[in-house]
């Protein structure tokens, strides 16, 4: 289930989607964190989501799924961890704040509040990079694959068989052609 949980694979389109989740929230939590861009830091952020009565304890989770998740998504670690932290936090301020203020963003002033259009975005990426995985990270694939004693095993495709090996491929020649032929054969594993 670990293995599972760490594979990802080669995917450019998931790179993409975990870089521009990182460094997007890794923005969002150093505001809330540090301060920087704006921002208020930790200690002021504690106290603005107590008055909204969120508990602290939650509000630093909340502090440390931005950004300790953006930062797990910039370096391609734990990316599904990191993903399903932000679609926890995405999900909660788009029911607990921005739901009764409608779909927009505010871009006049004219509304009390933002909108959750961007939480809908943030979310469809996090969902998405929990369901694919990291993709392409020059560390990911080769550490995950070699860490582990036995070698990950995939579905036979033919039969959805765990083993991969279970089938012995044969080299076969008709009248002067290579063809490979799979010959169906159990293993005795």
């Known amino acids: 289930m670990l293995r599972r949980f760490l594979h990802t ?15 997007v929230f890794f923005a969002h939590g150093a505001q809330k964190v540090l301060g920087w861009w704006g921002g208020y830091g930790a200690s002021a952020t504690i106290q603005f989501f107590a008055k909204m009565g969120l508990p602290p304890v939650l509000t630093v989770l909340v502090m440390a799924a931005e950004l300790g998740g953006a930062l797990l998504l910039i370096v391609g670690f734990l990316t599904r961890f990191a993903a399903f932290g ?11 704040v921005h739901a009764k203020v409608g779909f927009f963003m505010n871009w006049s002033g004219a509304q009390k509040g933002e909108g959750f259009e961007y939480h809908v975005l943030a979310l469809g990426l996090a969902i998405a990079l929990m369901i694919k995985g990291g993709g392409r990270c020059p560390w990911t694939a ?13 579905r036979c495709p033919g039969c959805d068989q765990q083993q991969p090996d279970h089938h012995t491929i044969a080299n076969s020649s008709r009248q002067g052609a290579s063809s490979w032929k799979v010959l169906l054969t159990p293993s005795r594993t």
């Open 142 to 154: 080769r550490s995950v694959a070699t860490s582990s004693r036995a070698p990950l095993r995939r």
């Open 86 to 96: 932000i679609t926890c936090v995405m999900a909660g301020a788009l029911l607990m």
């Open 9 to 23: 694979d080669n995917d450019p389109a998931a790179l993409i989607m975990r870089l521009v989740l990182g460094l």
